[in-house]
């Protein structure tokens, strides 16, 4: 068991390791499926399965969706009522219905919708129903091997620090933003099922983005210390996007169209969305915050009443930034134009302070502070954050202070927990 630390040379090594799988998880090349599906293959083979049927779905979200799909038709002995298209209509609509609802944007339902019936269809048309319904628990399996190897081969020092130096770069670096899209795209999925076979199957899945970090960390035991394993996992996370292991059938995604991100890694377009694939399964995100579609696309029908109905404050103030896009006047000073917006207070240290009159919120007081950290352009950043109607300091879940006096300093105050007299911050931010 080694329990040496990692020799400069190899620590030298650790930054390529991270770009290459890093650009793994964002990678749009077009899946090559006659090189993708041997590799498929053989991952089978490692977990002691027979070589699947693989039906190639246009993302992830059919994939998942026509995993739990077929699974519901086998374990229910559905199989003739779906071989007929209007039958297998209904029950995907049935399955898929609260999935699309809370993760799909309305445009894309119906190419969506069909393109899991003809997912299942070829799935069923397979006849690949022997042992159906034993979930693939390749996923156990392999964490177990790892584990031995780890365990077997490295002092416990020593993989905490390559979990900390190879696998939570890659997990928190740019890839991190497609694991958010897909994540709870995947478990939304399971609130719209009945039946836990189906449920289960939701949960075979492997590939890019969700598994490079641990593809990082494998590849790097294997190829700089030296640790041998079996790459198959490796090589089909490199060569796949997201697939779902059933025995004898695989449900295998394509990759994202396209990403658009910004400066710093994060999801971002300014005139459409920022990650899309080709079943229409889209994103919109500005500088990494998912946004709606009519934020990025039709900003000039965002309406006062949409920005007050925002509950996050990082929506409200993307939705003031994109306000009268293209318009002489746009912006916090369209909004506060049209929002009839009253000046209280301004304090060139704190900010300015509003009063703003709402029919979906009543009368508000918002104060405009500027983030001093400057944006890689050179800008200075406003914001508008809500502020308690009399300014009462905020100390805890329905907990307040006495009331202020309508100055920024005091709306600033308040949102830290305390009144404008105590307030005096040290280093600005």
């Known amino acids: 068991m080694r329990a040496k630390p990692l020799s400069a040379a190899e620590l030298a090594q650790i930054p390529e390791f991270i770009e290459r799988w890093t650009q793994i998880g964002l990678s749009t090349t077009p899946i090559d499926h006659e090189a993708a599906e041997p590799i498929l293959h053989r991952l089978y083979a490692a977990a002691g399965l027979a070589p699947p049927q693989i039906v190639w779905a246009p993302c992830p979200m059919t994939a998942v969706l026509s995993a739990i799909v077929y699974t519901a038709i086998r374990a229910t002995g559905r199989e003739a009522e779906a071989r007929d298209r209007g039958g297998l209509a209904q029950i995907v609509d049935r399955i898929t219905r609260y999935a699309l609802i809370t993760t799909v944007p309305a445009s894309a339902h119906r190419r969506i919708r069909a393109h899991v019936e003809d997912a299942v269809a070829a799935a069923l048309a397979c006849d690949a129903g022997s042992g159906f319904d034993a979930v693939c628990l390749i996923n156990d399996a392999r964490r177990a091997a790892l584990d031995r190897v780890l365990k077997t081969s490295l002092a416990p020092a020593l993989r905490k620090r390559l979990r900390a130096l190879v696998i939570e770069p890659v997990r928190t ?101 920022s990650a899309a694939y080709p079943s229409g399964w889209s994103w919109w995100h500005w500088h990494g915050t998912a946004v709606p ?137």
Not at 183 to 210: D, N, T
Not at 258 to 263: C, G, M
Not at 413 to 429: K, M, N
Request: glycine content about 8%.
């Open 173 to 273: 670096g740019p890839v991190r933003f497609l694991r958010t899209l897909v994540e709870p795209a995947r478990i939304s999925v399971y609130k719209g099922v009945v039946g836990l076979r189906a449920g289960l199957a939701g949960w075979a899945y492997f590939g890019a983005p969700l598994w490079v970090p641990y593809a990082a960390q494998m590849d790097y035991l294997d190829r700089v210390l030296g640790i041998p394993l079996d790459r198959s996992f490796l090589d089909a996370v490199e060569h796949c996007s997201l697939f779902w292991m059933r025995n004898n059938i695989c449900f295998a995604a394509e990759r994202p169209s396209y990403l658009n991100r910004d400066e710093e890694g994060r999801l971002h377009c300014e005139v459409g969305p």
């Open 293 to 429: 579609q009519q934020v990025i696309e039709m900003p000039p029908t965002i309406a006062i009443e949409d920005i007050h109905r925002a509950g996050d404050p990082d929506m409200r103030r993307i939705m003031i930034e994109r306000y009268r896009t293209g318009e002489e006047v746009q912006g916090i000073a369209a909004y506060l134009r049209d929002a009839g917006a009253r000046r209280l207070d301004h304090d060139p240290d704190f900010g300015t302070l509003w009063h703003l009159d709402s029919a979906v919120t009543g009368p508000m007081l918002m104060v405009e502070v500027t983030n001093h950290s400057p944006e890689p352009d050179g800008s200075y950043r406003h914001f508008l954050l809500r502020a308690d109607p009399e300014l009462r300091p905020i100390i805890g879940p329905g907990s307040f202070g006495q009331p202020q006096e309508m100055t920024a300093r005091n709306a600033v105050a308040a949102s830290f927990g305390t009144s404008g007299t105590e307030y005096a911050p040290e280093i600005e931010t």
